[in-house]
């Protein structure tokens, strides 16, 4: 095994890493859009629901979790290389959030993604309780946590919806 010679350096500390791993965690791009980066930043987050909503439940599960683990690192890991606490330009939180809103639906549809999509921007914006509570992680997991418990929230509340009828 290769150590490095200076404490507390690693692969991830060159540039060009930290470069690569900032663009990730910027959504490739999307969290660099002047105008909303937030709203933007969670569109990705429906292709990758309808993307994976083909798929059985322990796949879709498994992708989500995977998905969500590696965002809370690069979350983790662009706020230390900015030096910005939950910077804005981090927007793979909002696609997991995102995510989590239409996670295991059996409908996505277009009424249920723009009701999906509408709620979930609303919540994370608002950031009321419980979802607020989150916000006193730090680190990666705190920029990913309210966005996970507001996608959490809106799945729920888009699955009363659809059962109850008021969703067409």
Not at 67 to 87: H, M, Y
């Amino acid at each position: 095994m290769t150590t490095s010679g200076r404490i507390g350096t690693s692969w991830t500390n060159k540039p060009g890493v930290n470069r690569v791993l900032t663009f990730l965690a910027a959504g490739c791009g999307f969290g660099h859009v002047p105008l909303a980066p937030g709203t933007v930043g969670s569109l990705p987050g429906i292709l990758l629901a309808v993307l994976f909503g083909s798929f059985s439940a322990p796949i879709q599960v498994g992708a989500f979790v995977l998905f969500t683990l590696v965002a809370i690192g690069l979350a983790d890991r662009a706020e230390r290389a900015s030096r910005i606490e939950d910077p804005r330009f981090v927007v793979i939180d909002e696609i997991a959030g995102m995510w989590a809103s239409l996670l295991l639906l059996w409908r996505l549809d277009w009424p249920v993604l723009v009701i999906a999509f509408a709620l979930f921007r609303a919540f994370d914006v608002w950031k009321f309780f419980p979802l607020n509570v989150f916000e006193g992680f730090r680190g990666g997991v705190g920029i990913v946590a309210d966005d996970l418990a507001a996608g959490m929230l809106v799945n729920l509340l888009v699955r009363v919806l659809l059962v109850t009828g008021w969703l067409p």
